[in-house]
């Protein structure tokens, strides 16, 4: 096993979790999720190092602007283009199979 002391990350801790998870770990799978979080928090500690306090945080790596387009009304389908494809039609509306033993 690593030397888990660094991160702050040993068995007991794993087996903690777990149990608050509510999951029931063996021994195989606490050694494998220690290793797993060790090398997280590892991963996390050497961002937190990188990051200098003259970088703003983002996102994405290069600036994004949204698109924005002038919002305007087209004409949409004719009943009479579609009411004849549909496999059941009634009162102006698409007829669909109840779902979860609805009552109609």
Do not use: C, W
Request: without cysteine; hydrophobic residues 40%.
């Amino acid at each position: 096993m690593t030397d888990s002391a660094a991160n702050g990350i040993d068995q007991d801790l794993v087996v903690h979790l777990g149990k608050l998870a509510r999951l029931e770990l063996t021994d195989l799978e606490v050694e494998h999720y220690t290793i797993q979080l060790e090398q997280i928090l590892g991963a996390i500690t050497s961002i937190s190092e990188v990051a200098a306090a003259d970088i703003p945080p983002t996102s994405h790596p290069i600036p994004l602007e949204n698109v924005y387009r002038e919002d305007i009304a087209v004409p949409g389908l004719l009943h009479e283009d579609f009411v004849p494809g549909a496999p059941s039609f009634e009162d102006d509306r698409f007829r669909v199979p109840r779902i979860l033993g609805e009552s109609t």
